[in-house]
């Protein structure tokens, strides 16, 4: 059995409940023991960041040293914090005086240092590359059967953040998808940033973009929208019809979190699949 | 990579604790020194290290870097220590008189490789020691002298590096071989470790009709006193008797290439120097390829370089076309076979060349020209400087559109006018305070640069281009307002310029604050994805960011959301979502979200899947299909929460 320590982000277990029911399941089909990390916090959310950079790569760094503690790597859902944990993990790596100058701080106060052993995973590449493909498709029990265009989002979609992944061409979440029984829907906004950091401070810039997301999927064929973000998926989801309204594009459309459907693949609440099948029906694409 | 044999500390240490922050496995500052831990010596003590007990084990090799990284950092110069050149020969840095002597001690003969020439041979008999010594400021003349320690190994050298700081000039004279690298300080000042031995030959210099030297001068041309410093030496040790083996080489800023010159020439021309203190110039040729580690037998035949061809590529090619006059766009796609080597550029030409003479698109030199961005395959590149075989994908499908961020004025040419009007406004150019230093051509005073700031500044702002930073804001093509990246990336190097005027730093600060300021870009992680340019303008961005919410104290919308995310993880450790939007938005905001819809969407989850048992009862139900749940009032706290509360408070008290 694959073991790994479990990193919920900001919100899975916050505003984004539906990720917490969905990846505990999920990962147990898939013979994924999730380690916790009760001690872990925030990573900051790169707002943090933005006051104090190294006040946000010391929470990184010492979450990623909670997992180190336990021999392990780290995964989470949310692409925003994959990509912070993969950027404190190279920042230390690339200078050796700041990662001791930030190990110094989390030693000090937490008894733990981050040696650089451990690294994390999105449970998009994780699934992908290390459980692997057929694995996941002998394991589907209810196959999706909808168009579903995926959201990426700009954060791990780089070099040392994507896995094997292209950085800008990904195709794993359409690999997945097609795994689960799904029709995935190519479309050019994939890796589009949606302003989820800024909704609150800049909404108008911020629905803008996410309806040039929605309305580039929609026009593109996509019934549904999976994300690989949790943090995004709020502007996806709840300022959905907001971001229609003010730009007067098209942007009605079911938004998915990337556990979400892969739950729902392996058998896990078939109500909420059928739901969501219902909403397909009801809304069109 | 430096190793350290061993590790003091003189008197005077003022317990700043800079050394304990940078390398704490090596110092601890008590309340009277800093001291070397115990576990790090071979003697087991705990004190200043005095006596000079080595470093235990591998440490000097694994931390080496680290301990010189601290010694530099002492305000006071009081960490000393001794370097090991490749765990066999001793190069020591030295820090008083005593030691000095030792380094410059005869060094053994070295035995030469075999196949040299008895000339050759003769020389490497007897002392083949060569002094090399550094006078700095900074690090920079020691970090070269390091370097051209390695490299005189290879010419059967035994380097000594030599601090100038304490060493008796009456050693020189006993120094048949001997490199002085060194940096010039303020106005043609001496660096502060060789002033003393400066003034101390200046006032009794001793004969040096034995040695033959060469001297590397290190300097900004933005001084009036270039490189004075380099020469002041070079002419005392010509009028002390002293050989000139190879002449002065000035470097400027970006000293490297030139010091490569320079050791590359006098390397080998002092190693001719044989035991009775002759230059033997006649073996130079030989000396050279002995260095260069190509003393091979030589075969004679034709050796110009081949073409290196790379296979052949089979690529789709699309191309993005826009006829203006008739508002039309669309797709060119063809499939064609093209060198591996081609750049983008090269198949432009091709396809305008070959298949439509109407192709329109920017060239350049070939050289990586600033004004060729194009976006192929999603990448933002500069398409006289990628090779087509870098960017193809898998598939072999090659899309070529314009640099997005600004309009199309036909195919795949853009209209950069946008970005040149905000760059024209926000005047991103330097204006000086008027004080001492070089001038610019209109005649205003620009001040002084040392070397190391403007190393640090050119490391900052090394992007290829400006215009392809602006274009990789995925926020730009949704505000027609906004400045762009491009743009505020500049002024923010302009602010971190020691040149610029304080009238100026405010000036464009205040700018940057302003409504399509630099909080108008959305999201920094659009840039953060293309490559070492992006990173370094995001990077930048952030600290431009952190300037203004320290000078502001965290005002407006975007100062709130970093004030209450940071103390809504300090309260608890996760954070609160129902604080930001609270604190964030205001009541107005909220009220807002509850017209707009927002706060319906978030409470009942209209497009969410819900949970048992209440949310999956309403599956039955048209949308809105599940009661959701509103963010939570309160956070649980994390484990062992107060090793958070620590580190907020270690770093940023102000949350």
């Known amino acids: 059995m694959a073991k790994i320590a479990y990193y919920p982000g900001n919100v899975a277990r916050a505003g984004a409940s539906e990720v917490e029911d969905c990846i505990q399941p999920l990962c147990r089909a898939l013979n994924i023991q999730l380690v916790e990390i009760p001690r872990s916090s925030s990573d900051g959310g790169n707002v943090i960041k933005q006051a104090t950079p190294k006040l946000q790569d010391a929470l990184v760094a010492r979450n990623l040293a909670l997992a180190e503690?336990?021999?392990?790597?780290?995964?989470?859902?949310?692409?925003?914090?994959?990509?912070?944990?993969?950027?404190?993990?190279?920042?230390?790596?690339?200078?050796?005086?700041?990662?001791?100058?930030?190990?110094?701080?989390v030693e000090r106060t937490s008894k733990i240092e981050y040696m650089g052993e451990t690294k994390s995973w999105h449970l998009l590449h994780y699934l992908v590359e290390e459980i692997g493909l057929d694995a996941v498709r002998k394991a589907v029990k209810n196959p999706l059967k909808m168009k579903?265009?995926?959201?990426?989002?700009?954060?791990?979609?780089?070099?040392?953040?994507?896995?094997?992944?292209?950085?800008?061409?990904?195709?794993?979440?359409?690999?997945?998808?097609?795994?689960?029984?799904?029709?995935?829907?190519?479309?050019?906004?994939?890796?589009?940033?949606?302003?989820?950091?800024?909704?609150?401070?800049?909404?108008?810039?911020?629905?803008?973009?996410?309806?040039?997301?929605?309305?580039?999927?929609?026009?593109?064929?996509?019934?549904?929208?999976?994300?690989?973000?949790?943090?995004?998926?709020?502007?996806?989801?709840?300022?959905?019809?907001?971001?229609g309204r003010v730009t007067g594009k098209s942007t009605s459309v079911p938004v998915c979190h990337l556990s979400e459907v892969v739950a729902f693949a392996l058998g896990f609440y078939p109500d909420r699949l059928a739901q969501l099948r219902t909403r397909v029906r009801l809304i069109g694409s | 990579m430096a190793i350290v044999a061993k590790v003091w500390i003189d008197e005077d240490c003022i317990t700043c604790d800079a050394c304990e922050d940078i390398c704490p496995e090596v110092f601890k500052v008590t309340d009277e020194t800093s001291q070397i831990l115990a576990a790090v010596r071979t003697d087991g003590a705990f004190d200043r290290n005095e006596g000079g007990s080595p470093l235990v084990g591998t440490l000097g090799a694994e931390l080496g870097d680290i301990i010189l990284e601290a010694a530099e950092a002492c305000p006071v110069e009081v960490i000393k220590f001794e370097l090991v050149s490749d765990g066999a020969e001793v190069a020591t840095v030295e820090a008083e008189a005593p030691a000095a002597e030792a380094a410059v001690a005869p060094a053994a003969a070295v035995a030469p490789a075999a196949g040299v020439s008895d000339a050759l041979a003769s020389v490497f008999a007897g002392d083949r020691s060569i002094n090399i010594l550094f006078g700095s400021q900074t690090g920079n003349a020691a970090g070269l002298a390091e370097k051209t320690a390695k490299m005189a190994e290879n010419y059967g050298l035994t380097p000594n590096i030599v601090d100038m700081d304490g060493l008796d000039p009456a050693r020189l004279a006993s120094m048949k071989r001997v490199m002085i690298i060194t940096s010039t300080w303020g106005e043609g000042e001496m660096p502060d470790n060789a002033d003393e031995m400066w003034k101390a030959i200046n006032a009794n210099g001793p004969g040096l009709s034995a040695t033959h030297y060469s001297v590397c001068a290190i300097g900004d041309t933005s001084y009036d006193e270039y490189c004075k410093a380099g020469h002041d030496w070079n002419d005392k040790l010509s009028a002390l008797g002293g050989h000139q083996a190879h002449p002065i080489q000035e470097c400027d800023v970006d000293f490297e290439p030139a010091w490569r010159i320079w050791v590359e020439e006098a390397l080998p021309r002092l190693a001719c120097v044989d035991e009775s203190g002759t230059l033997q110039l006649e073996i130079l040729e030989e000396m050279k390829a002995y260095g260069a580690g190509d003393d091979e037998d030589l075969v004679e035949g034709d050796f110009s370089p081949g073409t290196i061809q790379r296979e052949e590529l089979t690529i789709t090619l699309e191309i993005f076309r826009y006829a203006p006059e008739a508002a039309e766009s669309g797709w060119d796609t063809l499939t064609c076979n093209v060198p591996g080597h081609a750049t983008i550029?090269?198949?432009?030409?091709?396809?305008?060349?070959?298949?439509?003479?109407?192709?329109?698109?920017?060239?350049?030199?070939?050289?990586?020209?600033?004004?060729?961005?194009?976006?192929?395959?999603?990448?933002?590149?500069?398409?006289?400087?990628?090779?087509?075989?870098?960017?193809?994908?898998?598939?072999?499908?090659?899309?070529?559109?314009?640099?997005?961020?600004?309009?199309?004025?036909?195919?795949?040419?853009?209209?950069?006018?946008?970005?040149?009007?905000?760059?024209?406004?926000?005047?991103?150019?330097?204006?000086?305070?008027?004080?001492?230093?070089?001038?610019?051509?209109?005649?205003?005073?620009?001040?002084?640069?040392?070397?190391?700031?403007?190393?640090?500044?050119?490391?900052?702002?090394?992007?290829?281009?400006?215009?392809?930073?602006?274009?990789?804001?995925?926020?730009?093509?949704?505000?027609?307002?906004?400045?762009?990246?491009?743009?505020?990336?500049?002024?923010?190097?302009?602010?971190?310029?020691?040149?610029?005027?304080?009238?100026?730093?405010?000036?464009?600060?205040?700018?940057?604050?302003?409504?399509d300021g630099i909080w108008s870009e959305a999201d920094h992680a659009s840039l953060m994805r293309y490559g070492e340019d992006g990173r370094l303008a995001a990077r930048g961005l952030n600290e431009a960011r952190s300037a203004l919410l320290n000078q502001n104290r965290y005002a407006g919308k975007s100062g709130r959301l970093v004030k209450w995310y940071g103390r809504s993880v300090k309260w608890s450790g996760n954070v609160n979502e129902t604080t930001l939007y609270r604190q964030v938005l205001g009541p107005l905001g909220l009220v807002s979200n509850v017209f707009s819809g927002v706060s319906a969407r978030m409470a009942l989850a209209f497009t969410r899947n819900g949970s048992p048992p209440i949310r999956s009862l309403q599956s039955l139900l048209l949308p809105p299909a599940g009661l959701g749940r509103i963010p939570k009032m309160f956070n649980s706290k994390v484990d062992n929460y107060h090793e958070v509360v620590s580190l907020f408070n270690e770093i940023d008290q102000r949350f």
């Open chain 1, 148 to 243: 579903i265009a995926s959201y990426y989002g700009p954060d791990m979609q780089r070099q040392g953040a994507c896995a094997g992944d292209d950085p800008f061409m990904p195709t794993y979440m359409e690999q997945l998808i097609e795994a689960l029984g799904g029709t995935p829907v190519e479309y050019d906004s994939k890796c589009q940033s949606v302003g989820s950091t800024s909704m609150l401070t800049l909404e108008d810039s911020s629905l803008s973009m996410t309806a040039a997301v929605l309305s580039d999927a929609l026009e593109s064929g996509a019934e549904l929208v999976v994300s690989a973000c949790t943090i995004s998926h709020i502007n996806l989801d709840s300022y959905q019809s907001k971001a």
């Open chain 2, 345 to 515: 550029q090269d198949l432009l030409l091709t396809m305008q060349r070959d298949v439509d003479g109407s192709l329109a698109f920017r060239r350049g030199n070939g050289a990586g020209t600033p004004t060729t961005g194009v976006r192929v395959n999603g990448r933002i590149v500069l398409a006289d400087a990628t090779m087509v075989g870098d960017v193809m994908a898998t598939s072999g499908r090659v899309r070529i559109e314009p640099l997005p961020g600004h309009p199309v004025v036909r195919d795949l040419i853009v209209d950069t006018s946008r970005y040149e009007s905000h760059r024209s406004r926000a005047e991103p150019w330097m204006r000086t305070d008027p004080r001492e230093g070089e001038r610019l051509p209109s005649g205003m005073a620009m001040g002084t640069l040392d070397a190391a700031s403007a190393t640090a500044l050119h490391q900052a702002g090394d992007v290829q281009s400006f215009q392809l930073i602006q274009a990789m804001s995925d926020a730009l093509a949704h505000d027609s307002h906004y400045e762009g990246p491009g743009v505020h990336f500049q002024q923010w190097l302009r602010v971190l310029d020691p040149r610029t005027s304080e009238q100026q730093r405010r000036s464009i600060m205040s700018s940057l604050q302003e409504k």
């Open chain 1, 69 to 105: 503690e336990k021999g392990l790597d780290i995964m989470t859902t949310c692409a925003t914090s994959h990509a912070i944990m993969c950027n404190t993990a190279e920042d230390m790596k690339r200078d050796p005086v700041y990662a001791a100058t930030i190990n110094n701080l």
